[in-house]
């Protein structure tokens, strides 16, 4: 329009609700951002982040042109320069310490890119070293590695159907404020309010009474990391009470006679001691998963990263299949995704996954997908020896802040003969880089959410075209690492057919395969002509996205190798190690000076390690707190909004406390994603609200020592008053 103001229509990437957004602009200015009301997921729903896209963009603090570390501080370069120091630096490492001293970690912000996802592989690939990490292993590790083994994908994930559950059952996480994961539903507050509304029941695990917690219709207790332990006596009830329905499933599932042998062994009166859920109460909640016309267990988090994370996802999945709830309306349901990445041609899509095809060289710790679990990167660091990483690269992440012993992994980072990093800012990680490559801000960049639409409580595509024409003198994500991936081959003399491949790749962008995935998907006529059949040109023309319905049963046509295992070899021999861990321990009950037990937690304002330097999400009443139980807080004489010293093995960490009844006993609560206040960090927002890293306090020890997931949440620590 002739005054300059235009309205764009996109997808808000910061977190996996996928809200469509509507921005206002006038010339290059954002003058708001609000909810789409025309989204048909988000309904105009969005959370306070949505506006720090703004911030975000306009951030003076955001890193613009490349940057190298010299002794004053970082300096800016040319892209020329940046990009072919950062390869030299990359193919020196390597040739001089072999592939494996150069180490990649790919983090959580990538999976929200659509560039990064499509072309990050091929970088990731091309390095070909077996010192691969990412978020997943502080994460969702358990879920891929339970789906692996039983339905013979990593990604075939069950999604909660929360749009017509009459029973929900969560376990370990807290959607108000984190908006869902593995759980893509958008207002997922109005989505939980309605179960209740047509008649059903939300019931909450948790050992806080969090905000979920208190809209739902039962919040129950729990001692951290023993969810497996009340996930099995759960099943124990049902089978025996219910008997197995497995229904349509029930020609595709093995081993259902070892499942039940095995849930005879826990029975609610006896893993009631060390859950701290009274037997009566778990009786309850079995009946209330058969009872119910449809029902679904759900855990996310809490229930992931802690010990016996794989387990619990594990139950979880046979929780739902016994009770007739997998691949059913009500149920945990599997999307129809309209780009289907379990379904792409060879090369492109995700692989099934593999598990323990190479080990850590200092910890033995399994590989899982082609990465080793992260709580071992330090070490690989800072061990001498052949194989040692001495090189790292790290793709949009913040490891010190994100992951355990993050101290420590700060001291091997200040210690890496070469560290590139492609990232926004200069964070608490890439402080030690010696160059940074920043890519485009998210509004200057199309968007096509490849993998939440996988996850998502109903399917529906979107896509978003670029709100801003980048800076001439930009790049985005995909073309820093195609560019990398390039000059690396060229120092290492590959031959020209990959040359020219990477040449045509350059070209054709990540949108033109979006449009490849759409027409090959399920919705676009496998490559049919169609008026309606989905194409990048179809959802161009619709800006607030297209639904393509509640989720349907499709389990039979998706599963990999048509069967599903309900008794993998590897998860029944960890029940071995469960048993001994809660043979004799008593449950953690507070009240008086023993350790206690800590775990995380997330805000609606926070965004994991980042987002801090946004004034409008920071600013107020510091939220980077310890909450504690007043029982536990008079056993150690400790005055609410005091400072406290929390111990763990492997550090301190000093912060106000605040004593509630909102949380269990025993246990104590403390945000991730926090810690700005080090040297040479340039988030000046967020340094003023420093706070401390909760990951100063776990531990790299602290595994599920099955998957090699971290155990990030029932820590144990001592507390006393600062
Ligand atoms: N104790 C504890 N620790 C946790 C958790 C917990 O619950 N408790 N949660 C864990 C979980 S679930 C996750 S996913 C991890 C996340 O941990 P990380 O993988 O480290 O991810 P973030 O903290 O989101 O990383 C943020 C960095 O990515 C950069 N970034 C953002 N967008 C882009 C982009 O588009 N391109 C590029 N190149 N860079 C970008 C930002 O500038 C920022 O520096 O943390 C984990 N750590
Ligand atoms: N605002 C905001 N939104 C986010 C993020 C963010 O940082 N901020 N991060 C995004 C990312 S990367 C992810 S992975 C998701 C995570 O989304 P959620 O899984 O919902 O994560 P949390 O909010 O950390 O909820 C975990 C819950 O587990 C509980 N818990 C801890 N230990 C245990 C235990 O042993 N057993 C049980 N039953 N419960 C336990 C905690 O008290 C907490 O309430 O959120 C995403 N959305
Ligand atoms: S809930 Fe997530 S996707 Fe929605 S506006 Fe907030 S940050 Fe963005
Ligand atoms: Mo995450």
Known sequence: MDDGRRTHFRTCNLCEAMCGIRIELEGERIAGIRGDDD????????????????????????????????????????????????????HAVQERHGRDALGVYFGNPNVHNLGALVFGPLLLRALRSRNRFSATSVDQLPHMFASYLMLGHQLLLPIPDIDRTDFMLMLGANPLASN???MTAPDVKTRLRAIQERGGRLVVVDPRRTETARIADEHVFIAPGTDALLLWSLLQVVLEEGGARLGHLASVCDGLEQVQALARGFCPEQTAVHTGVPAEVTRRLARGLLEAGSGVVYGRMGCSTQAFG????????????????????????????????LDLPKGLGVGRGSFGRWRSRVRQLPEFGGELPVACMAEEMLTEGPGQIRGMLTLAGNPVLSTPNGARLDEAFAGLETYVAVDLYVNETTRHAHIILPPTSPLERSHYDLIFHMLAVRNTAKFSEACFEPPADAKHDWQILLELKQRLEKLRGVGVAQRLMDEALLRLGPDRMVDLGLRAGPYGGRFGLGKDALSLRRLRGEPHGVDLGPLKACLLERLPKGRIELAPKLLVEDLERLRAAFGEAAVVDGGDARPLRLIGRRHLRSNNSWLHNAERLVKGKDRCTVLMHPDDAAARGVEDGGRVQVRSRVGMVTAAVELTRDIKAGVISLPHGWGHDREGVELRVARAHAGVSLNDLTDELAIDELCGNAALNGLEVTVGPA
């Open 39 to 90: 989204d048909p997921f988000s309904r105009g729903h969005v959370c306070p982040k949505a506006v720090a896209l703004k911030d975000l963009h306009e951030d003076p603090d955001r890193l613009r042109r490349p940057v190298r570390r010299t002794a004053s501080g970082f300096s800016e370069i040319t892209w020329e320069e940046a990009l072919a120091e950062a390869a030299e630096r990359l």
């Open 310 to 341: 794989a387990l619990c996802q594990w139950a979880i999945n046979l929780l739902n299949l016994v009770t007739g709830n997998f691949d059913r309306p009500g149920g945990a349901m599997f999307t129809s995704p309209a780009v289907d990445a």
């Open 180 to 182: 869902g994961s593995l």
